[in-house]
């Protein structure tokens, strides 16, 4: 896991994973509707299911907001997000 960038304070840690086609086609769905990366809705969909299950609190849990990034006519295979 590597250290990335600072977000609400907090330096991002890279996580890799494997996803089923099912999932990263739903993902690709809500990027191409939403203008939120993929990581960014991962990072969102973690927050809220730990913050549901009680081993995060809601003020620690990072809003997700609009990424500016490729759009669906310029997006190239991810397969790192």
């Given at each position: 896991?590597?250290?990335?960038?600072?977000?609400?304070?907090?330096?991002?840690v890279t996580?890799?994973?494997?996803?089923?086609?099912?999932?990263?086609?739903?993902?690709?769905?809500?990027?191409?509707?939403?203008?939120?990366?993929?990581?960014?809705?991962?990072?969102?969909?973690?927050?809220?299911?730990?913050?549901?299950?009680?081993v995060l609190?809601?003020?620690?849990?990072?809003?997700?907001?609009?990424?500016?990034?490729?759009?669906?006519?310029?997006?190239?295979?991810?397969?790192?997000?």
């Amino acid at each position: 896991m590597g250290l990335r960038g600072q977000n609400a304070g907090d330096r991002l840690v890279t996580l890799e994973t494997s996803i089923s086609t099912d999932l990263d086609n739903a993902l690709s769905q809500l990027v191409a509707l939403s203008g939120v990366s993929k990581a960014a809705m991962v990072r969102q969909a973690l927050n809220a299911f730990l913050t549901q299950v009680g081993v995060l609190y809601p003020e620690v849990a990072a809003p997700v907001t609009r990424t500016a990034g490729r759009t669906r006519t310029t997006q190239r295979k991810d397969t790192n997000a």
